[in-house]
């Protein structure tokens, strides 16, 4: 296994631009266990894409599977 290389990190500002949130809107979903937490080092606080992209597809898989009742 190898470890996630710097394209593959993202910061909170990134995070928060994919995902169209506030800051504060991350840092909440994230307490109440909502939002997987990021790992600090440094300064700085990170996700993986992966995290990320995974978290996208179990919140969108329902969404994705919708049919319309005909």
Do not use: H, N
């Not at 169209?20 to 909440?28: F, H, I, K, V, Y």
């Not at 979903?29 to 179990?58: C, D, H, L, N, T």
Request: aromatic share 12%; charged share 30%; glycine share 4%.
């Amino acid at each position: 296994m190898t470890a996630p290389t710097e394209a593959q990190l993202l910061k909170k500002t990134d995070v928060c631009r994919r995902l169209a949130l506030s800051p504060r809107c991350l840092e909440t979903m994230v307490s109440s266990g909502r939002f997987p937490p990021g790992k600090q080092i440094g300064r700085y606080v990170f996700w993986s894409e992966k995290a990320v992209s995974r978290w996208i597809e179990r919140e969108f898989t329902a969404q994705e599977k919708w049919m319309p009742d005909y």
